[in-house]
């Protein structure tokens, strides 16, 4: 009816102004891809794409939560950090279901050839993962870490990490926008679920 294809109007113009946009600000693909410019920012950004993965941030997570417990003796702040860890793990499963539903294709000027970390349901764009557990990080440091300068620097390079998903072509802004939406409520569900009960294994 007239009311479909009204939404769908909608739709498909929200689609062509995200990928627009995304593109705009898709920095590295403007670039030579054989410029010294070019492999550098490269270079760094990957450093932070590695830095910003589950990969890396739950086995951090749980070797800070062992060497607090057992090397420290600081039982109560072990707890947190594994506790993050396991909200983390359920994140990645939250983003997989739902990447498996929406299937979204990552963008069309995507550099998928060096994305090593890449299977199952993280073949797609929405939401972005890394997003999801920078929000998730980015909370976190607002409610535990004590120190200013710590929680500043947490929270600086959460929103780098989140921002260059789009200036790296990895994901339409969209994705980003949605990815932090589900990291940042998350941690409400997660905060009653873990935190609020100590729950500790």
Not at 33 to 41: A, C, P, W, Y
Not at 104 to 123: A, Q
Not at 128 to 156: C, E, P
Request: proline letters at 2%.
């Amino acid at each position: 009816g007239i009311n479909a294809e009204y939404g769908l109007s909608i739709q498909s113009t929200l689609d062509r102004l995200d990928y627009n946009i995304s593109c705009r600000f898709a920095v590295l693909r403007h670039l030579d891809t054989e410029s010294k410019t070019f492999k550098i920012l490269s270079f760094v950004t990957k450093c932070f794409e590695i830095l910003g993965s589950s990969a890396t941030t739950i086995p951090l997570t749980i070797l800070l939560s062992i060497y607090l417990r057992f090397l420290v003796n600081d039982d109560s702040t072990a707890i947190i950090f594994f506790n993050m860890a396991l909200a983390q793990i359920t994140n990645i499963a939250i983003v997989g279901t739902v990447k498996g539903i929406v299937k979204r294709k990552r963008p069309d000027y995507s550099p998928n050839d060096d994305m090593y970390l890449t299977h199952g349901p993280d073949v797609y764009s929405f939401p972005s993962g890394h997003a999801v557990q920078m929000a998730l990080l980015g909370r976190f440091a607002l409610k535990f870490v004590i120190n200013k300068v710590l929680s500043a620097s947490l929270l600086t390079l959460c929103f780098v990490i989140t921002l260059l998903r789009v200036f790296t072509g990895r994901h339409f802004l969209s994705d980003v926008l949605g990815g932090v939406g589900v990291g940042w409520y998350s941690f409400d569900l997660f905060s009653m679920l873990f935190w609020q009960s100590k729950l500790w294994f």
